[in-house]
């Protein structure tokens, strides 16, 4: 009987061992494959009526030999806001941002551990257009203008408010590690998709586009 039972044992051992190494494996092949600059399209609706459209770069490099992680990512958005509301005006505003960190594939999920010190938003004064309701409201903003008011001060004060939402939005989403998860990922030549909590399944294709040149 004792015998028995330590074969028993030895035996699930044995096949313990097999499925976390078959896991590994999965793990490492996932890593390998997700290597290299993904685009992707997200479109959020906002409670004014507003939508935004992002298009979503991501350059994964894979490092075989690193034991902390799987690599280094840089992530790059590029975003319209169209018909944000501003009582008696709408504002169309484009923006990008750049963050970068580190990533791993666990147990088939993608974890990116983002650094926000790297974190930027960029506006100019062209990317913002505002559209007036009516003659009034367009007075009332050339009033506010003159009164020292310029369109940089509206690209400034755009630009601190995305930083200050990204920043937080970043930092509240990760777990205990620093980590931000994304289940199911999967790498198909070249398709990839995992999921987000906020936006559902995230679809990315791969592309030679130079993510540094979209923010500069």
Same mark, same amino acid.
């Given at each position: 009987?004792? +015998?028995?039972?330590?074969?028993? #044992? ?15 494996? &999965? ?8 290597? *290299? ?13 507003? =939508?935004?459209?992002?298009? $979503? ?12 992680? @799987?690599?280094?990512? $840089?992530?790059?958005? @590029?975003?319209? #806001?169209?018909?944000? @509301? /501003?009582? *008696?005006?709408?504002? @169309? ?17 993608? %974890? ?11 506006? &100019?004064?062209?990317?913002? =257009? !505002? +559209? %007036?309701?009516?003659?009034?409201? *367009?007075?009332?903003? !050339? ?14 004060? !755009?630009?601190?408010?995305?930083? =200050?939402? /990204?920043? +937080?939005?970043?930092?509240? &989403? $990760?777990?205990?590690? *620093? ?22 399944? /995230? +679809?990315? $294709? ?9 923010? =500069?």
């Amino acid at each position: 009987m004792k +015998h028995f039972f330590l074969g028993f #044992v030895f035996k699930m051992l044995f096949v313990c061992l097999c499925v976390v190494d078959c896991t590994s494996c &999965s793990d490492i092949k996932l890593a390998e494959e997700l290597d *290299g600059t993904w685009k992707g399209s997200v479109t959020i609706s906002y409670d004014d009526q507003s =939508k935004e459209v992002q298009e $979503v770069y991501q350059r994964f490099k894979y490092f075989e030999d690193n034991i902390d992680n @799987d690599g280094n990512i $840089v992530e790059v958005r @590029d975003c319209q #806001v169209k018909d944000v @509301d /501003l009582d *008696g005006m709408t504002m @169309d505003v484009k923006y990008r941002t750049y963050i970068s960190g580190t990533w791993e594939v666990l147990n088939g999920d993608l %974890y990116i551990k983002y650094d926000v010190s790297t974190l930027k938003v960029k506006i &100019s004064p062209d990317d913002v =257009k !505002l +559209h %007036y309701n009516n003659a009034l409201a *367009g007075l009332a903003a !050339l009033a506010g203008m003159l009164g020292g008011y310029t369109p940089y001060d509206i690209v400034n004060d !755009l630009q601190k408010d995305l930083y =200050k939402d /990204l920043f +937080h939005q970043y930092q509240e &989403s $990760v777990d205990d590690d *620093g980590e931000i998860t994304y289940p199911n990922l999967k790498v198909e030549d070249n398709n990839a998709s995992y999921d987000a909590s906020d936006i559902g399944t /995230l +679809h990315l $294709v791969r592309t030679n586009v130079n993510i540094n040149n979209i923010f =500069k």
